[in-house]
T-cell receptor, first 115, second 116 residues
Framework: EPEVTQTPSHQVTQMGQEVILRCVPISNHLYFYWYRQILGQKVEFLVSFYNNEISEKSEIFDDQFSVERPDGSNFTLKIRSTKLEDSAMYFCASSRGEGGTGELFFGEGSRLTVL | DQQVKQNSPSLSVQEGRISILNCDYTNSMFDYFLWYKKYPAEGPTFLISISSIKDKNEDGRFTVFLNKSAKHLSLHIVPSQPGDSAVYFC???????????????FGQGTTLQVKP
């Protein structure tokens, strides 16, 4: 069964460093998302991406964040200068599109720890 | 902005009994509601969904009920099994208000523990 894959599974970084989290969405999906979950809190929407551009972003997704689909298969989230409060699980997700049952398929997550 | 709320942070039930997880929402434009199950250090896994035009959807041991007038949905698990122990997230899709991105808005989650 096709799945969303994410790398790395865990990254530890120093405050102020740049981090890139990578995702390979399911191949015939058209919509891509990044969500995050701070420990013990809800899963929060960060950004959605469709047709090679951001279609929607949340208040959390400020100028420190960017997304890219560099080669038609990978979907990356870059945090330019990490802060302590960026420590969280970051989940990539993809979906077929606006029809269907609304199901998003999630990856296993990338745990980011900012020291 | 708590459009989707799960007011019970935890629930404990005995194996074989029914588990009922509840979710309330405020946005009447949501068109689909979904339940996800999540184990620690894993991504959310889709469980079951229901369209806003229906009031019940069943899949094996899992049934979701939707009460649109009360803006309330619930997930019933019968019979509950120890392997069902996980965090359950209610989620809703707002296709009209979110630029057709299909994004999901999640509740806070309810931790279900099924005791053997």
């Amino acid at each position: 069964e096709p799945e969303v894959t994410q790398t790395p599974s865990h990254q530890v970084t120093q405050m102020g460093q740049e981090v890139i989290l990578r995702c390979v969405p399911i191949s015939n999906h058209l919509y891509f998302y990044w969500y995050r979950q701070i420990l013990g809190q809800k899963v929060e929407f960060l950004v959605s991406f469709y047709n090679n551009e951001i279609s929607e972003k949340s208040e959390i997704f400020d100028d420190q964040f960017s997304v890219e689909r560099p080669d038609g298969s990978n979907f990356t989230l870059k945090i330019r200068s990490t802060k302590l409060e960026d420590s969280a699980m970051y989940f990539c997700a993809s979906s077929r599109g606006e029809g269907g049952t609304g199901e998003l398929f999630f990856g296993e997550g990338s745990r980011l720890t900012v020291l | 902005d708590q459009q989707v709320k799960q007011n019970s942070p935890s629930l404990s039930v005995q194996e074989g009994r029914i588990s009922i997880l509840n979710c309330d929402y405020t946005n009447s434009m949501f068109d689909y509601f979904l339940w996800y199950k999540k184990y620690p250090a894993e991504g959310p896994t889709f469980l079951i969904s229901i369209s806003s035009i229906k009031d019940k959807n069943e899949d094996g041991r899992f049934t979701v009920f939707l009460n649109k007038s009360a803006k309330h949905l619930s997930l019933h698990i019968v019979p509950s099994q120890p392997g069902d122990s996980a965090v359950y997230f209610c989620a809703a899709r707002d296709l009209h208000g979110s630029s057709n991105t299909g994004k999901l808005i999640f509740g806070q989650g309810t931790t279900l523990q099924v005791k053997p």
